[in-house]
């Protein structure tokens, strides 16, 4: 079995992908079903039961997709005005309104999202392991090793365990992969047709979908020429392309202020970029070093400060090494890579959960390197060297894997803000009307899930501005602003009243007695505005 395109591998089977061995289907394809199910198990060794509105994204995606289900088209469900949900591309949001309407209610699509999101990443890996023997010329069990133990993280495990389109956008990437040994082959267009619906697919899941349809582009046009490669992601560019175009059309019904969280991508990312270049030149070194710190820290899990990058240089160097190898044998996979590492360093901030979708793409990167270098070194002392080094990363790396499942790491930070979210809805129906209308930092999409109020954001979202004082969640007059736009007349003060604090401070100074605080959770406090219409006119018209 070979890495380097020889000829001997491309005979192995007439007519085949290079490296693929001959025999049944079912024979050659068990070491992939067992490693979903294994897979599988590892998801659900992750598990917790965790609400819905947690991780605030989930909580949009539930109140979008519950919307679907009652026939109300892309809206976002409780928030007042009836706006359009044009933040999230609409697939995932579609299959919770599937779920909604099946189900009816948001604990049973809650907890059928989350299992639904451990198949899909368990069929992520048994995807990619086939694309590896397929494609890269990697053995069956060799193949399937790889692949479990770059599925098996935790940090890959995390954004399925609520309802986050992670999950579904891993799956569509590795099925894309899995098609390219065909699809990549003059004349078989079915292939090229099950790879350019995948792609449509990637394209509507998650707005980093580019990355992917970017990644196959390069790799057909390098591999087939332009017009292959327009023939495959063609209807990908036109999907997105109509999408962005829908949402952009209809951001402007809602309000300026809320379009920090409400509104499109693609105009808030250039609000950032291009709207404040000098912020973001200024930010950009700091922000590549916070990225490539991520990435490193999916590589050695659990180690930190300067070890850090003892430990993953020498792996970011096999990672780079095995990327030129499948570049040769499997080149969506670097290019994809590539791609969407391009778009972390353009996107303006940086969380766990955005890298986490990298994090198998290098490893795998890393373990073909590996298993080259094994092969290949004309030294056998070099060989053993790299046997040596990889199975102590492997090890360690499955130590911490194991740990974390068993200390139930993954779902520890969502318990832990499960439980605030849930005092906050206790405070509230213990203290607020039904007709209330209540804004919260990043629970306002769970109160109205889990208490059925009307509920809106209550801050803005601008990382990048040109201000450097300004601050991420808005200014006082802006938040306040944002309130009157939308009649909020309940506030959770989330992480003890930082994000919202100095606003509701400048209410009450100018409009003595107009907040009343009706319940206090540390860190977190739930407060009334008992503003009349005299105190909302004295900060001025109410676009910020």
Known sequence: MTLDGSEAGARARPGGPPGAPEGSGLRRSWPFLVLALALLGIGLSFWRPIPAGVWHDDGVYMVIGKALSQGDGLRYEGVPGDLPAVKFPPLYPGLLGVLWLALGSVGPVTLAASLLNLVFVAAAGALTAWALHEGAGLGRLEAAALAGLAFASADVWRPALVPLSESLFLVLAA????????????????WTLALAALLVAAALTRSAGVAVVAGFALALALRRGLVAAAAATGPAVLAAGTWGWWASSRAERIPEGLRDVLGPY??????????????????????AEAVTSRIAALLVPGVVGPWLWVAAVPLAGAALAGGWILAKRLPPLPWVALAYFALLLLWPFVDRRLVAPLHPWVVVAVGVAALEGMRRLPDARLRRGVAGVAFVWVAAYAAVTASRAERGWAAAGYQLRADRMAAAVEALKTTAPAEAVVGAPE?????????????????RFTPRAEDEASPVWGTPLEQIALWKEVGLDHLLLEQGGQINGDALNLVEQRCPGSVRILARMPPQMLVRLDWDEACRAGFGPTAP
């Open 175 to 190: 099925g894309a992969l899995a098609t390219w040994p065909r699809a990549s082959r003059p004349g078989d267009r079915r």
């Open 266 to 287: 693609g105009g808030w990312l250039a609000g950032q970029v291009v709207g404040s270049p000098g912020a973001f030149l200024r930010g950009l070194p700091a922000h």
């Open 443 to 459: 629970f306002w999409a769970a109160l109205h899930l889990h208490g059925g109020w009307a509920s809106a954001p209550s801050a």
